[in-house]
């Protein structure tokens, strides 16, 4: 064990929170560990009432935790799993912790923090994220994946709306959680044979309309 941890956080409240909650159990696997928060401000913190596209979408909430990480100011990153985007930067790994994320790039740091990870909600996360990646969803899209598991069985439903909520796709698909991202990988295909991809780009082709009538008025 390293001498010293340093997480990384956003300072707001609940983000604290998920920090502190991983540094004391990281203080209980070693005592003798000095494990410390360090507050890193994000684009979307700083530019708190900007529109969320205009400042990077997705990262918004992230970006400068994987900058640090990538600099190595900071050895983890902890951050709530729905600001992550669903790609995880070269050089970074991603640990799930009660719907927390945990990001590295220490082989070292990636191994303690695999002691705290909860098996159901880490393959629960994979299948999620595996299916909204095939996507490219961002949480303006229409999209939803919701897995659960019980008994090393993994059941995920996903669904894909039309803006509008008129056209609703949903299918669903059970299996190992051993195979959580391929699970995720075949629903986002068999979704894609219902005619999800079609009904995807009308809402993209609607939302740049929308985008380009504000910008004429």
């Known amino acids: 064990m390293r001498e010293r941890i340093v997480i990384g956080s956003r300072g707001s409240r609940l983000a604290l929170w998920q920090a502190g909650w991983v540094r004391e159990r990281l203080s209980a696997l070693d005592p003798r560990a000095d494990v410390r928060v360090e507050i890193i401000k994000t684009s979307g913190d700083v530019l708190h009432d900007a529109v969320l596209t205009s400042i990077g979408g997705q990262g918004a909430f ?44 220490d082989e070292e740091i990636i191994t303690l923090a695999a002691r705290l990870a909860h098996a159901p909600t880490r393959d629960a996360c994979l299948a999620e994220r595996a299916l909204l ?15 659960t598991v019980s008994g090393g069985a ?28 391929r ?35």
């Open 62 to 105: 992230t970006r400068e935790l994987q900058q640090a990480l990538l600099a190595r100011r900071i050895d983890i990153a902890v951050h709530s799993l729905k600001d992550l985007p669903t790609v995880t930067p070269a050089g970074l790994a991603l640990g799930i912790e009660t719907r927390d994320a945990t990001r590295t790039v």
């Open 133 to 147: 990646r095939c996507f490219g969803a961002g949480c303006q899209v229409p999209i939803a994946a919701h897995a």
């Open 154 to 181: 993994l059941r995920l439903e996903g669904l894909v709306a039309s803006a509008s909520g008129e056209t609703i796709i949903r299918e669903s698909i059970e299996g190992d959680a051993a195979d959580a991202e």
């Open 183 to 217: 699970l995720g990988d075949e629903l986002a295909a068999r979704l894609i044979s219902l005619g999800a991809e079609t009904v995807l780009s009308a809402v993209e082709s609607a939302r740049q309309i929308g985008a380009a009538a504000g910008v004429s008025e």
